[in-house]
C-alpha cells in the first residue's frame, strides 16, 4: 500500500509512531492531512485507517486492541445527523 502522504511528512513507523514527531501515529499533523487529502470522503479515509489497523495489530500484539483502535480510528469525525 502507498503511503499517501508525502515522504517525510507525518507517516508511521513500523510501530505506529509517527515518523517525523514521534508521537502515536496519526499524530494531528497527520490527521490534519489526511482530512485533506480524502476532502470528506470519509469512506475512503476509514478504508484507508483499516488497513493500518490491521497492519498496527500485527504489529503490536503486546498492546490491548481497544487502545490501538482508539489510536487509529476514533479520532475521525462524526458523520452528522
Same mark, same amino acid.
Not at 5 to 20: I, K
Given at each position: 500500500? $502507498? @503511503? $499517501?502522504?508525502?515522504?517525510? @511528512? *507525518?507517516?508511521?513507523?513500523?510501530?505506529?509512531?509517527?515518523?517525523?514527531?514521534? *508521537?502515536?501515529?496519526?499524530?494531528?499533523? %497527520?490527521?490534519? %492531512? /489526511? /482530512?485533506?487529502?480524502?476532502?470528506?470522503?470519509? +469512506?475512503?479515509?476509514?478504508?484507508? /485507517?483499516?488497513?493500518? /489497523?490491521? $497492519?498496527?495489530?500485527?504489529?503490536?500484539?503486546?498492546?490491548?486492541?481497544?487502545?490501538? +483502535?482508539?489510536?487509529?480510528?476514533?479520532? +475521525?469525525?462524526? $458523520?452528522?445527523?
Amino acid at each position: 500500500m $502507498r @503511503e $499517501r502522504l508525502a515522504a517525510g @511528512e *507525518h507517516v508511521p513507523t513500523d510501530m505506529y509512531s509517527c515518523r517525523d514527531c514521534d *508521537h502515536d501515529w496519526p499524530c494531528q499533523d %497527520a490527521r490534519l %492531512a /489526511l /482530512l485533506v487529502e480524502f476532502d470528506g470522503d470519509r +469512506v475512503g479515509l476509514m478504508m484507508y /485507517l483499516a488497513v493500518h /489497523l490491521t $497492519r498496527a495489530l500485527q504489529a503490536m500484539p503486546d498492546r490491548h486492541p481497544a487502545l490501538i +483502535v482508539g489510536q487509529i480510528i476514533y479520532w +475521525v469525525p462524526r $458523520r452528522r445527523g
